[in-house]
């Protein structure tokens, strides 16, 4: 029943999506491009063409990954009228991650890119299951034995009447993402070696790892925290130092379990509902995704020291599992234990100080990887989406891109790296590692209640205008 009701409240409590500042341009990614958008020994049909009208250079971007930052600018370049080819290096669409957290700034993103996909996520998203809990973002508890009930403490919420309780499964969320973007756009097993540019032609090439080369106007890198992008972009800029993502003090145990076995493993009046558990160096968080049939579950270890592994996936023993977990109650235990022994390390960008470099463009996690304390990271990649595909929209001359990408720094940059900083701040403050709360729950549940609201309430309508007023005034300038 609580499944039910978290669809039903979603469905009726919403009286349509959000309006776009613009009207939706039809689904083609046939304007805009030319000749510099073929590729060179590729096997995969080149993107349509249409004359260019009269005295425009018209452009093609290539957009390196297919993760939801990637996608979701692809879907706002078809509503631009802007002509892209995603290029992917996996063989396939896949997904690395479980649930999906996206706050209401993320959904009115999403909406301002495309009603139809807003509504589409409607059909796949999960609320609290407790019906009068649909604005609790989740309910801090303690981590440690008893969860707090020695201490006197219940479960505290923390939201705010702007946000709705809503999460997905990653895969779900990439399935309908892929649905609204056309199959002869993207190119698979295409990893990127190489990027030169012609800035004096308006032309990048892209050199992929079998041997094969493409051309574009310009390159948007979408490729994650590790991606090539971000060295083609901080090491020309003259920031080489800030390349390399930093290891941020914690690893994490991820895993998705049946409902029904959270609930047996919990307790139902534990499981069902977004909730925060916290305690000494440790965060451990459990939602409900896949229209509340699974629980998510990311359990966070923080540590002073460095990370000494030759990849970000270290498997160990369960014994181990349990002796990171020494003090934490053992029914959070046990249902950490139903994940596999792996510890995903985790890095983020505390540093960027600039998201582009001629022709070349970074865009969500390869410009601003950031830790999940905000459950942040997928929905400022779906902003930048937003603002970048909005700016790109008004380019009519590849002359004009780079104050494009300007613009978008300017907008994106400030708002995005206070998340990776704020995140990593929070992330101390769940772990009772900040001086100024310790382990008092009390103030915890106070800090969250406030400092949510600037993600959540940020006029993104605002910054379209403001990315569009700014390009004007740069490229006018020039």
């Known amino acids: 029943m609580g499944v039910v009701l978290s669809r039903l409240r979603r469905f009726l409590g919403r009286s349509g999506p959000a309006k776009t500042s613009a009207p939706a341009q039809p689904h083609t990614a046939s304007a805009k491009s030319t000749e510099s958008a073929e590729s060179v020994q590729s096997t995969a049909s080149p993107p349509p063409t249409v004359p260019p009208a009269a005295g425009r250079s018209p452009i093609h971007i290539a957009i390196v990954g297919s993760g939801i930052g990637g996608l979701s600018l692809a879907v706002g370049c078809l509503r631009n009228n802007v002509s892209f080819t995603i290029y992917e290096s996996a063989l396939k669409y896949s997904v690395i991650g479980a649930g999906v957290g996206l706050g209401p700034n993320a959904l009115r993103a999403m909406a301002l890119i495309s009603p139809e996909l807003r509504a589409l996520y409607d059909t796949i998203s999960s609320g609290n299951l407790s019906q009068e809990k649909l604005h609790v973002a989740m309910e801090a508890m303690y981590a440690e034995p008893g969860f707090g009930e020695k201490?006197?403490?219940?479960?505290?919420?923390?939201?705010?009447?702007?946000?709705?309780?809503?999460?997905?499964?990653?895969?779900?969320?990439?399935?309908?993402?892929?649905?609204?973007?056309?199959?002869?756009?993207?190119?698979?097993?295409?990893r990127v070696t190489d990027i030169t540019q012609f800035p004096n032609e308006g032309c990048v090439k892209l050199s992929f790892a079998d041997g094969t080369t493409a051309k574009a106007t310009a390159v948007i890198g979408c490729d994650g925290v590790k991606g090539a992008s971000r060295a083609m972009v901080l090491g020309p800029a003259g920031f080489p130092e800030e390349i390399a993502p930093v290891f941020a003090g914690k690893y994490a145990y991820r895993s998705i379990v049946p409902m029904a076995k959270a609930q047996e493993v919990l307790g139902a009046e534990y499981a069902g509902d977004a909730k925060c558990f916290n305690g000494t160096n440790v965060n451990i968080m459990t939602y409900p995704i896949s229209s509340g049939t699974e629980c998510n579950i990311v359990a966070c270890m923080f540590t002073d020291k460095p990370w000494t592994h030759a990849t970000w996936t270290h498997r160990v023993t369960e014994d181990e599992v349990r002796a990171d977990f020494a003090d934490v109650d053992d029914r959070l235990v046990a249902l950490i234990s139903c994940a596999e022994p792996v510890q995903w390390a985790l890095h983020h960008h505390i540093k960027t100080s600039i998201y582009y470099h001629g022709l070349v463009c970074l865009l969500g996690d390869s410009a601003h990887a950031t830790t999940p304390h905000q459950a942040s990271g997928a929905g400022m990649s779906i902003?930048?989406?937003?603002?970048?595909?909005?700016?790109?929209?008004?380019?009519?001359?590849?002359?004009?891109?780079?104050?494009?990408?300007?613009?978008?720094?300017?907008?994106?940059?400030?708002?995005?790296?206070?998340?990776?900083r704020t995140s990593q701040e929070l992330g101390a403050i769940y772990a009772c590692r900040d001086p100024r709360?310790?382990?008092?729950?009390?103030?915890?549940?106070?800090?969250?209640?406030?400092?949510?609201?600037?993600?959540?309430?940020?006029?993104?309508?605002?910054?379209?205008?403001?990315?569009?007023?700014?390009?004007?005034?740069?490229?006018?300038?020039?």
């Open 437 to 478: 709360y310790g382990d008092d729950m009390g103030k915890i549940v106070k800090n969250l209640n406030d400092r949510f609201l600037w993600i959540w309430e940020h006029n993104l309508e605002a910054d379209m205008a403001t990315v569009r007023r700014r390009f004007q005034e740069m490229h006018k300038g020039c």
């Open 151 to 190: 201490r006197g403490w219940t479960p505290q919420p923390f939201g705010a009447p702007c946000y709705e309780r809503t999460s997905a499964h990653r895969a779900d969320l990439l399935d309908i993402l892929t649905s609204q973007v056309p199959k002869n756009t993207v190119q698979f097993n295409k």
């Open 383 to 420: 902003e930048d989406a937003l603002i970048l595909s909005h700016v790109l929209g008004a380019v009519q001359d590849w002359r004009e891109l780079p104050a494009a990408f300007a613009a978008y720094d300017e907008v994106r940059r400030p708002r995005a790296q206070k998340i990776v």
